[in-house]
């Protein structure tokens, strides 16, 4: 049977399929072009859609971090958070039960795997891109201080006005921020492993985000990993759609 998952993504959407194990990469669009196309929607109504926004209930509520959403185009489908999908793939590659997973994108999204199962709380755990953490600098979500106003890829492009390097993020006072809060969620969920993904950490090693360990006492030493591929999201959604992890 092939499942389909598909990444409706701040800029760009792909689709791709899983059938016996094996990931196929039918397609990536620009999300402006699929929101226009109502048809693949309906194409492809048997595929869990992974969005980057706030889902509960099956009801989405909030995605700051996608230009132009068009909420009613995916009622009656199978929605899940895109760090969720994330987290999903992190499982599924990595093989650990207790896993934070964290992608690193314009926003911040996050995602735990607890005793093998997607744990989505009352629908946003996790979501700790706009936790409160200081300042007054207004966040994408409306809300004040937020994690993502410290660090994401909103706020690089917001301070740099351009992409940067490696050495540029690990200089960056907002990446320390990232990691303290990172820690915070090691502490409350004492995971296996900690897995990065998204567009900033493909260019990140994991050595990098050993600083989180500097805020936390040493009996927390998670493994840390990154998943270096464009197409996590949308496989983890894949998996998903084949009745892993539950409903959506
Ligand atoms: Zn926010």
Redesign the pocket.
């Known amino acids: 049977m092939m499942n389909v998952g598909i990444d409706v993504g701040g800029t760009f959407t792909d689709i791709v399929s899983m059938e016996n194990g094996e990931f196929t990469h039918i397609q990536t669009l620009r999300t402006s072009k699929f929101l226009r196309r109502p048809e693949l929607v309906e194409e492809y109504s048997d595929a869990v859609f992974a969005i980057a926004g706030w889902i509960r209930g099956g009801e989405i509520l909030r995605t700051p971090n996608i230009p132009g959403f068009r909420r009613e185009l995916f009622k009656g489908k199978m929605i899940e958070n895109d760090a969720n999908c994330f987290a999903v793939y992190a499982h599924y590659v990595t093989g650990f039960s207790n896993v934070f997973a964290v992608t690193l994108g314009t926003g911040v999204g996050a995602g735990i795997i607890a005793n093998s199962r997607l744990y989505r709380g009352s629908g946003l755990a996790s979501e700790i891109?706009?936790a409160f953490v200081g300042g007054n600098e207004r966040?994408?979500?409306g809300?004040i201080g937020?994690l993502?106003t410290f660090f994401s890829g909103w706020a690089i492009k917001k301070k740099f006005g351009r992409e940067v390097s490696r050495k540029e993020i690990l200089g960056f006072d907002g990446f320390r921020v990232l990691c303290t809060e990172v820690a915070k969620a090691v502490m409350v969920l004492d995971p296996e492993a900690v897995v990065f993904g998204g567009r900033i950490s493909s260019i990140l090693e994991p050595e990098d985000f050993r600083l989180i360990y500097d805020f936390l006492h040493p009996e927390f030493r998670p493994e840390i990993r990154v998943i270096k591929d464009p197409l996590a999201v949308a496989k983890g959604a894949a998996i998903l759609a084949g009745g892993g992890h539950g409903h959506c």
């Open positions: 891109g706009h966040c994408v979500c809300g937020h993502e």
